[in-house]
C-alpha cells in the first residue's frame, strides 16, 4: 500500500481535541448501527433472508442490469460498511461506499425529491460524506493500526 493510500484510510491528524473524537465515535457508532438495523433489508422477513423481493424489484426499476446482484451488493455495503463504522475500522472506505449506495437512493431511486420521500436517504449521504471527510477520529480501529504503521516506519 503506498504512504498515501494508507494516510486516506487510516489517516489521523494530532490536531483535533477530544470533542472531536468523541462526536467522531458518537456519529460513526449510529450511523453504523442504522445502517444494520433501520433499513432492514438484510435480516429475514417472513423466513427470507438478504435483499427481499420488493428491494430487488425495486433495483430492477431503476434499471440495474442483473438486479439480484446489485440488490446484494447494496445490502451488504450497508450491513458490513454499518459494523465498519461502529468499530471504525475502513472508516472512510466504508463511508464511500455507504455515500454511494444512499446516492442511489436519494437521487435514482427517490429521484432526488429530497424533501419527503428521499429525506432519510439524503441524510444518511450527508451523515457518511461528513464521516468521509472527517476520519474515524482517535477513538477507532484505524486509529490503532495507524499508530501500528508509525511505529513499525521509525
Known sequence: MTNQLKQFVFGYSDKFQINHHLACLI???FVG????????KLFPREGIWGP?????????DMGFPLPLLFAWIAVLTEF?????????????PAALMNVIVTFVA????????????????FFFMIMC???LLLGAGKYSLDFLIHKKMLREQS
Not at 427481499?52 to 430492477?60: L, S
Not at 458490513?80 to 472512510?92: A, E
Open 129 to 131: 460524506i461528513t464521516i
Open 80 to 92: 458490513v460498511g454499518g459494523i465498519l463504522l461502529m468499530l471504525g475500522l475502513f472508516t472512510r
Open 106 to 121: 436519494a437521487f435514482i431511486y427517490h429521484q432526488g425529491n429530497i424533501v419527503k420521500p428521499g429525506l432519510t436517504a
Open 52 to 60: 427481499q423481493d420488493w428491494f430487488i424489484q425495486d433495483v430492477a
Open 33 to 40: 448501527l442504522a445502517f444494520c438495523t433501520v433499513f432492514e
Open 27 to 29: 456519529l460513526r457508532f
